[in-house]
């Protein structure tokens, strides 16, 4: 065969997430801080939801755009939550995780040489998302010292004649950074005045530890130019489900509805039955699950001053991002060197962008007693680093 591979999909780096995930899975006595997936099981009720759709024979497609009432649920929650109101009929669309939601959105939404401004560090997703829509990622570069959140002014340095698309990835992953409503009411008038269509990232809406969640859609003229993306994994502990959803302007969503009919059909029936029931009754369980992992979060943050290594202090999501600059090593050494030498995996932050340099990825998706465990085989390693260099 003749080059039987497409240029543009092999020309795409694989995720920088799995290496250390992999190399930890075949290492005796290991410590994953890897990967982002809650460490508690799927709440019984929901489990129990799903469990009962099986019973009842609910085993066939539901409708392209999910099921009636799960859509209504969503519209419901959006309205209890955020004070947003959508269409469930035309405004709403149930897909296979957020990730989907993502993956069509830009696809609906660009023309080739399109630019979609990414704020970096973040999800692995969206810059190969973009490319393969044919879009042009550009990188904005979130720095430390303004908490890893999107000022205006680098908003602003990136704009050109071709930005179409703005990815707003808060709560963060990898760097937990939030955006509060102040943040976003100084970019509001900057995105509507450049005419750009909003993908915003929620999938972290309910894991914020300062304060209620604040969705851009909120604010006056952004609804109706943002495709609000979120889904069941984080908050409900449901990632094996496969299961998430968007809702914005009727076109963009037809649209989506469209290229989700062809690719897919629709989202898993017995997954779709057990999130009616995680919306109508999953308020408590979220809840809990977020103060065992604000008690992680502060843990770590203590430890981390106590060991005086430099970390801001991440108020959303299960991620810290501690910087490493001071060895001299590059990320993927260090973790690298981390895992060899201590046998625990943490992911490079260069995962999340080239601008990830000089820092790790800890997730405290784990419970206390591995988070402990971890911890003190990275203050024996660092205090190890460190009398290397006094040398």
Same mark, same amino acid.
């Given at each position: 065969?003749?080059n039987?591979?497409?240029?543009k999909?092999?020309?795409i780096?694989p995720?920088?997430?799995?290496?250390f995930f992999?190399?930890v899975?075949?290492m005796?006595d290991a410590?994953?801080?890897?990967?982002?997936?809650p460490?508690?099981?799927?709440p019984?009720?929901?489990r129990?939801?799903?469990?009962y759709?099986?019973?009842?024979?609910?085993t066939?497609?539901?409708?392209?755009?999910?099921?009636?009432?799960?859509?209504?649920?969503?519209c419901?929650?959006?309205?209890r939550?955020?004070?947003?109101?959508?269409?469930p009929?035309?405004?709403?669309?149930?897909?296979?995780?957020g990730?989907e939601a993502?993956d069509?959105?830009l696809?609906?939404v660009l023309?080739?040489?399109?630019?979609?401004l990414i704020?970096?560090p973040s999800?692995?997703s969206?810059?190969?998302?973009?490319?393969?829509?044919d879009?042009?990622?550009?990188?904005?570069?979130?720095? #430390?010292?303004?908490?890893?959140?999107?000022?205006?002014?680098?908003?602003e340095?990136?704009?050109s004649?071709?930005?179409?698309?703005?990815?707003?990835?808060?709560?963060?992953?990898? @760097?937990?950074?939030i955006?509060?409503r102040?943040?976003?009411?100084?970019?509001v008038?900057?995105?509507?005045?450049?005419?750009?269509?909003?993908?915003t990232?929620?999938?972290?809406?309910?894991?914020?530890?300062h304060?209620?969640?604040?969705?851009?859609?909120e604010?006056?003229?952004m609804k109706?130019?943002t495709?609000?993306?979120?889904g069941?994994?984080?908050?409900?502990?449901?990632?094996?489900?496969?299961l998430?959803?968007?809702?914005?302007?009727?076109?963009?969503?037809?649209?989506m509805?469209?290229?989700?009919?062809?690719?897919i059909?629709?989202?898993?029936?017995t997954s779709q039955?057990?999130?009616? #029931?995680?919306?109508k009754?999953?308020?408590?369980e979220?809840?809990?699950?977020?103060?065992?992992?604000?008690?992680?979060?502060?843990?770590?943050?203590?430890?981390f001053?106590?060991m005086?290594?430099?970390?801001?202090e991440?108020?959303?999501?299960?991620?810290?991002?501690p910087?490493?600059? #001071?060895?001299?090593? @590059?990320?993927?050494?260090?973790a690298?060197r981390?895992l060899?030498?201590e046998?625990?995996?943490?992911?490079?932050?260069?995962?999340?962008?080239?601008?990830?340099?000089?820092?790790?990825?800890?997730?405290y998706a784990?419970?206390?007693?591995?988070?402990?465990?971890?911890?003190g085989?990275l203050r @024996?390693?660092i205090?190890r680093?460190?009398?290397?260099?006094?040398r």
């Amino acid at each position: 065969m003749k080059n039987p591979l497409s240029e543009k999909i092999v020309n795409i780096a694989p995720s920088g997430i799995r290496k250390f995930f992999d190399i930890v899975t075949e290492m005796e006595d290991a410590i994953s801080l890897g990967v982002g997936e809650p460490d508690f099981d799927t709440p019984w009720f929901i489990r129990d939801e799903g469990i009962y759709s099986l019973e009842q024979g609910r085993t066939f497609y539901t409708s392209n755009a999910g099921l009636k009432e799960l859509k209504e649920e969503i519209c419901r929650y959006l309205k209890r939550r955020m004070n947003l109101t959508y269409d469930p009929n035309k405004e709403t669309i149930v897909t296979v995780g957020g990730s989907e939601a993502i993956d069509i959105g830009l696809r609906c939404v660009l023309n080739p040489g399109d630019e979609v401004l990414i704020p970096q560090p973040s999800f692995v997703s969206y810059l190969p998302c973009t490319v393969m829509a044919d879009g042009v990622p550009v990188p904005i570069e979130l720095k #430390e010292e303004n908490q890893f959140k999107l000022t205006r002014a680098d908003l602003e340095a990136h704009l050109s004649p071709k930005s179409k698309v703005l990815i707003l990835p808060f709560p963060n992953n990898p @760097t937990g950074a939030i955006m509060t409503r102040e943040d976003l009411a100084d970019i509001v008038d900057l995105i509507i005045e450049h005419d750009l269509i909003v993908m915003t990232d929620e999938i972290y809406a309910e894991l914020s530890y300062h304060g209620d969640h604040v969705s851009i859609a909120e604010f006056p003229g952004m609804k109706e130019r943002t495709i609000l993306i979120n889904g069941f994994s984080k908050a409900y502990a449901m990632t094996g489900w496969r299961l998430g959803y968007a809702c914005g302007p009727a076109n963009i969503i037809e649209q989506m509805i469209k290229l989700h009919q062809f690719a897919i059909m629709c989202a898993p029936t017995t997954s779709q039955y057990a999130a009616v #029931e995680a919306l109508k009754s999953g308020d408590e369980e979220v809840a809990k699950m977020r103060e065992a992992y604000d008690q992680r979060r502060r843990f770590l943050i203590h430890e981390f001053r106590e060991m005086n290594l430099k970390c801001f202090e991440p108020f959303g999501a299960f991620y810290i991002f501690p910087c490493i600059k #001071e060895f001299g090593m @590059t990320s993927d050494e260090f973790a690298t060197r981390f895992l060899q030498e201590e046998k625990v995996a943490v992911v490079p932050g260069t995962a999340f962008g080239d601008c990830g340099e000089g820092y790790l990825r800890i997730s405290y998706a784990y419970s206390l007693e591995n988070l402990k465990c971890a911890i003190g085989r990275l203050r @024996t390693f660092i205090e190890r680093l460190r009398a290397e260099q006094s040398r």
